[in-house]
């Protein structure tokens, strides 16, 4: 993985640094477009592609697959496949989301 850009926001910076010394990854780059919420505050991510043959880049797919292991639901959507629930079992370039089957009624939050 490529070292991180240093930010120009110096507090910032300091806080990256100190946080990375901890052992934790630290990324400002790589967060789903849309973070949706329902009318019982359940959270999910959502990253949008503009077409199904587009891959996740490293850091989106790292970053989703946490947040998929913190409980929140991760997706992507695509204009020729809709939403998408990622698979944490399939890799980058395999695929890495499973179709989802209904979008019309957001289910994944039930």
Known sequence: MRPRRTLKNQPEEQCARWLESHGFFVSKRGWPDFVVFDSHGRIAAVEVKPHSA?????????????????????FAWTP??????????LGRGRGGFLPFLSDRSLAFFQ
């Open 54 to 74: 587009r891959k996740l880049r490293r850091t989106q797919e790292r970053i989703l697959r946490a947040l998929a292991a913190a409980g929140i639901p991760a």
């Open 80 to 89: 020729d496949r809709g939403l998408m629930h990622l698979s944490t079992g």
